[in-house]
């Protein structure tokens, strides 16, 4: 092929329109492209990091808002339990009175509670103490509470005292007797206010 034909050839395909790129139909449309998570993956990931927030928050409320107790003194051969105690420094607490507690209901709602208060260990008597009784029904807590009732010495028996109170009505009731001086006790006595006297 000599060099005039040649250039000839490429004459004639400099004067043909040069084909046009393909145009993408405004009709189609575009594949979608995939963001790694579906809408539901998206409000579990959500969910979970509010949630460690949360749990932060509180977590970090709960620390400032707690103080720490120190613990007592290890003593050796003692249970951990006893170490916490009102006498944490030896392992002793404050001995406690004895109460040995007798309730009767004398009618209309009349009731009469009665109190042994002795040493420990050698039960002698306890005179001149601070005695107080509560009652409670049983049916309803803290609804007819009554008390501190404050209990007097039986004259000519030392270390016994007594009170006499009227609860609100029939049902068993919880009796409480407390010492506060010179032995903090405490004892406690059930007893079953029957039907009101009829007059």
Request: hydrophobic fraction near 40%; glycine fraction near 12%; aromatic fraction near 4%.
């Amino acid at each position: 092929m000599s060099l005039k034909s040649r250039v000839k050839g490429s004459d004639e395909t400099l004067g043909k329109p040069v084909p046009a790129r393909r145009q993408a139909r405004p009709d189609r449309r575009r594949p979608a492209t995939s963001t790694g998570l579906s809408p539901l993956g998206q409000g579990l990931v959500l969910g979970v990091c509010v949630g460690m927030t949360l749990a932060l928050g509180i977590g970090v409320i709960g620390f400032l808002v707690t103080r720490p107790t120190a613990a007592g003194p290890a003593v050796a051969g003692q249970p951990v339990a006893d170490q916490g105690s009102a006498g944490a420094t030896k392992g002793e607490r404050s001995p406690a009175a004895s109460i040995d507690v007798t309730a009767t209901h004398l009618g209309d709602l009349q009731v009469r509670i009665v109190a042994r208060v002795s040493a420990p260990g050698s039960y002698d008597p306890i005179t001149k103490a601070q005695v107080v009784a509560w009652t409670d029904m049983v049916a309803m807590p803290m609804a007819h509470r009554q008390g501190p009732i404050t209990m007097t010495e039986v004259p000519g028996r030392p270390g016994t005292y007594q009170a006499f109170t009227k609860v609100a009505m029939v049902g068993e009731y919880n009796l409480t007797v407390e010492t506060l001086q010179p032995m903090p006790s405490r004892a406690d006595r059930r007893l079953d206010v029957g039907e009101v006297a009829k007059g």
